[in-house]
T-cell receptor, first 111, second 116 residues
Framework: QKEVEQDPGPLSVPEGAIVSLNCTYS??????FMWYRQYSRKGPELLMY????GNKEDGRFTAQVDKSSKYISLFIRDSQPSDSATYLC???????????FGSGTRLSIRP | DAGVIQSPRHEVTEMGQEVTLRCKPI?????LFWYRQTMMRGLELLIY????????DSGMPEDRFSAKMPNASFSTLKIQPSEPRDSAVYFC??????????????FGPGTRLTVL
């Protein structure tokens, strides 16, 4: 079993829809929960992160962490065609530089 | 800063040839990572270095793969001999501890390798 599981998709939704992306994990030592966004033919870039449990909002994006269920989510409100990308969840414990990435979910927003 | 620099951007080679991928991390970063990405397997960590020292190479697929970091500003990933199944995009990333010890990784543009 992988430490981090993510549905690869692809996921296609119409413009303006609410998008929900999710990951599960098995290592209870993870403290940082991140979402990276990767556009086609580019490297991944950090979109947002949460430390420990709870929610974090940044514009149209909301990240949620439920440590009791070992489940994290990224919500995108009012989705735009420019949000079309692969979204990778990633996790890190508090003492190591190594990040564990999910396999990524390919998202397409239809105009 | 120019960000993480990788070369070449594209490489097409024939099976059995040696391939060398190069990476220049962001100045001041003390961790460097090599990843491989394919549609089937996603983003896989191959090896990472802290302060130029290899820490975890458990992701290196086999002895045909080797990586070095002779100094803080340069790293190489070598495949010898190359095989068609090595075809993938290879990313280099660098990081340093930031706020609250979060290690945000900064990725290079990747090298797209095709082995015929």
């Amino acid at each position: 079993q992988k430490e981090v599981e993510q549905d690869p998709g692809p996921l296609s939704v119409p413009e303006g829809a609410i998008v929900s992306l999710n990951c599960t994990y098995s290592n209870s030592a993870f403290q940082y929960f991140m979402w990276y966004r990767q556009y086609s033919r580019k490297g991944p870039e950090l979109l947002m992160y949460t430390y420990s449990s709870g929610n974090k909002e940044d514009g149209r994006f909301t990240a949620q962490v439920d440590k009791s269920s070992k489940y994290i989510s990224l919500f995108i409100r009012d989705s735009q065609p420019s949000d079309s990308a692969t979204y990778l969840c990633a996790m890190q414990n508090s003492s190591a530089s190594k990040i564990i990435f999910g396999s990524g979910t390919r998202l397409s927003i239809r105009p | 800063d120019a960000g993480v620099i990788q070369s070449p951007r594209h490489e097409v080679t024939e099976m059995g040839q040696e391939v060398t991928l190069r990476c220049k991390p962001i100045s001041g970063h003390n961790s460097l990572f090599w990843y491989r990405q394919t549609m089937m397997r996603g983003l896989e960590l191959l090896i990472y270095f802290n302060n130029n020292v290899p820490i975890d190479d458990s992701g290196m697929p086999e002895d045909r793969f080797s990586a070095k970091m002779p100094n803080a500003s340069f790293s190489t990933l070598k495949i010898q001999p190359s095989e068609p199944r090595d075809s993938a995009v290879y990313f280099c990333a660098s990081s340093s501890p930031g706020l609250m010890n979060l290690y945000e990784q900064f990725f290079g543009p990747g090298t797209r390798l095709t082995v015929l």
